[in-house]
């Protein structure tokens, strides 16, 4: 049923994830709010309708795999995870607690459903290339799917990657990139100007498409070609608004890393609540 899920009901889930995520991170008075509800929407379409997952066998070899590089967006992908039921929702509110499996970046060995281990950032690619060899290698249709930051493009160790998985013609990797312009110190093309991403990837040899990654009908028409036989890998460079959802954290490279205080809390799920979506 999940993946007849229509763009509304995935609009309305997306939503959901973004008020979770606001709770959590005010439990947890520490976290990246702005780049977590940036990337609510495409979360939504990953885990409730294009890759397969299965929460009750999460090491299934049907799987798809999900790679986040960027791991300090993980409050949206545990807000997904639960959801989805790889884990009870109540343990949200654990985020960041000592002895939680929630931790601040994701830790494999620690969660169940979790592929790779991110923190330092510009590491994602390079491990989601290697799985995806392996899987071509062992003639496997599981698609790799690895999402990753704009500012992490500043490291160097991003473009080897971009290079290894074009050598090796890695068509079962996609790339989702959140272009949204910020990071911990400001904004990316003031501090180090990343340009045109797609033209980047493009002279790499890969296939390159940009979407409106807070637009679901566009987030699931790159999703469908990315599903596609293909000889190249592929990257989805998604222009979000960091903060999306909240409109007094919307476009500030502030609410990157900074907590929310009870008011600010409670003020960002009753605007949030006023669009749709319910509670944790």
Not at 22 to 32: E, P, Q, T, W, Y
Not at 138 to 154: A, L, M
Request: net charge positive.
């Amino acid at each position: 049923m999940e993946k007849n899920r229509s763009v509304q009901e995935l609009e309305e889930l997306a939503n959901i994830l973004r008020q979770n995520v606001i709770k959590i991170l005010h439990k947890a008075r520490s976290g990246h709010p702005a780049g977590s509800l940036g990337m609510a929407d495409i979360f939504a379409a990953l885990y409730f309708k294009h890759l397969n997952l299965y929460p009750k066998k999460p090491k299934h070899p049907d799987r798809d795999i999900l790679v986040l590089s960027n791991g300090h967006i993980c409050p949206v992908m545990y807000a997904a995870m639960a959801g989805k039921g790889f884990f009870p929702k109540d343990e949200l509110l654990t985020l960041r607690k000592a002895g939680s499996r929630l931790q601040g970046h994701p830790h494999r060995e620690a969660l169940p459903g979790l592929e790779t281990s991110s923190g330092p950032l510009g590491s994602g690619i390079s491990q989601a290339a290697g799985m995806a060899l392996a899987l071509k290698n062992d003639r496997k249709p599981n698609k790799v799917v690895c999402i990753t930051s704009d500012g992490e493009h500043q490291s160097g160790n991003t473009w080897e990657a971009v290079m290894f998985a074009e050598k090796y013609g890695l068509g079962n990797l996609t790339v989702i990139v959140d272009r949204n312009n910020i990071q911990i110190d400001g904004n990316t093309e003031d501090i180090m100007p990343l340009k045109s991403l797609r033209e980047k990837y493009a002279s790499f040899g890969w296939g390159a498409i940009e979407i409106n990654g807070n637009n679901m009908k566009e987030i699931l028409v790159a999703l469908h070609k990315s599903m596609q036989p293909r000889k190249h890998p592929l990257v989805i460079i998604s222009h979000t608004t960091p903060g999306k959802g909240v409109s007094f954290m919307e476009n500030k490279y502030e609410w990157h890393g900074r907590t929310l205080s009870e008011e600010e809390a409670m003020k960002a799920v009753e605007e949030l609540e006023e669009n749709r979506g319910k509670i944790l």
